[in-house]
């Protein structure tokens, strides 16, 4: 099992920044991936970006070119830097880890609030 904590989050204007972090502790030798994922009111939960533990790195198209993750093997930490935010970028954005034993994303974070003020 892996746990995850999310931190970073607030309430940001329009065109601002805001960095994310993910602290993940427990069975990380499991970890074939980590993600970012956001759920807005109303919405479906939906990847935001995902970087695998080779390095290898996706972003979904509403992030790319103002998203980066990355991460700091050494000491088990995600991040999601996030420049130029938007009012639609609001939503409760959630660390999760993919296991090499399902190849799915089933371990989650608490999720950490992003409010974006037009």
């Known amino acids: 099992q892996v746990q995850l904590v999310e931190s970073g989050g607030g309430l940001v204007q329009a065109g601002g920044s805001l960095r994310l972090s993910c602290a993940a502790s427990?069975?990380?030798?499991?970890?074939?991936?980590m993600g970012w994922f956001r759920q807005a009111p109303g919405k479906q939960r939906e990847l935001v970006a995902e970087?695998?533990?080779?390095?290898?790195?996706n972003y979904a198209d509403s992030g790319k070119g103002r998203f980066t993750i990355s991460r700091d093997k050494g000491n088990n930490l995600v991040y999601l830097q996030m420049n130029s935010l938007k009012p639609e970028d609001t939503a409760v954005y959630y660390c999760a880890a993919q296991t090499i034993r399902t190849g799915a994303f089933d371990s989650w974070g608490q999720g950490t609030q992003v409010t974006v003020s037009s």
């Open positions: 970087i695998t533990r080779g390095g290898s790195i």
């Open positions: 427990g069975s990380i030798l499991s970890v074939s991936a």
